[in-house]
T-cell receptor, first 116, second 119 residues
Framework: NAGVTQTPKFQVLKTGQSMTLQCAQDMNHNSMYWYRQDPGMGLRLIYYSASEGTTDKGEVPNGYNVSRLNKREFSLRLESAAPSQTSVYFC???????????????FGPGTRLTVL | AQKITQTQPGMFVQEKEAVTLDCTYDTSDPSYGLFWYKQPSSGEMIFLIYQGSYDQQNATEGRYSLNFQKARKSANLVISASQLGDSAMYFCAMRGTNAGGTSYGKLTFGQGTILTVHP
């Protein structure tokens, strides 16, 4: 049981290059999320997918696109990377249910991205 | 809109002592959940403890307990008998409600508190 996996672990891009961050979960969760973490700040939601076939914007979606390929996989694409996108990116999954019910959100190990 | 505030950028504690990490939240949702995560220097996010807005009792998980004061909108994490391995960044997070009382599970995070445990 791998939980949530992310590839790659590290990446260095030049400004204007594109790349896709991959995420997969093996817990049969309906919902998946992409967050970014910048120094001195908490995690901020970029995009989420409440269920297979749906995606929606989070707090900081500009410069990103996502694809929910199937129930297991949720990818994040940077079409034209900018230095402001230098960050650590976390993918997560859960079966959220009611807001007040216990449903842990599981995180991947993160991708450290540097844009030069 | 939801907001989580962690006012302590850094905290220090002596090994074997207890420490409280503060978290206040702001939401108009009637139903919500509060989480604490630990992030060691290796970078992974480790779930520690959860409190639901309707839970009558404060949550406890081993050495972790959550001091939940709903009227004051605070959800402070208490770590008892601190260990050197507790040195890490700690995040408070909240999950709110969509229409119908369900949640898509989106979390709003605070800025975090760096805890350093001294021997």
């Amino acid at each position: 049981n791998a939980g949530v996996t992310q590839t790659p672990k590290f990446q260095v891009l030049k400004t204007g290059q594109s790349m896709t961050l991959q995420c997969a979960q093996d817990m049969n969760h309906n919902s998946m999320y992409w967050y970014r973490q910048d120094p001195g700040m908490g995690l901020r939601l970029i995009y989420y997918s409440a269920s297979e076939g749906t995606t929606d914007k989070g707090e900081v979606p500009n410069g990103y696109n996502v694809s929910r390929l199937n129930k297991r996989e949720f990818s994040l694409r940077l079409e034209s990377a900018a230095p402001s996108q230098t960050s650590v990116y976390f993918c997560a999954s859960s079966d959220p249910g009611l807001a007040s019910s216990y449903n842990e959100q599981f995180f991947g190990p993160g991708t450290r991205l540097t844009v030069l | 809109a939801q907001k989580i505030t962690q006012t302590q950028p850094g905290m220090f504690v002596q090994e074997k002592e207890a420490v409280t990490l503060d978290c206040t939240y702001d939401t108009s949702d009637p139903s919500y959940g509060l989480f604490w995560y630990k992030q060691p220097s290796s970078g992974e996010m480790i779930f520690l403890i959860y409190q639901g807005s309707y839970d009558q009792q404060n949550a406890t998980e081993g050495r972790y307990s959550l001091n939940f004061q709903k009227a004051r909108k605070s959800a402070n994490l208490v770590i008892s008998a601190s260990q050197l391995g507790d040195s890490a960044m700690y995040f408070c997070a909240m999950r709110g409600t969509n229409a119908g009382g369900t949640s898509y599970g989106k979390l709003t995070f605070g800025q975090g508190t760096i805890l350093t445990v001294h021997p």
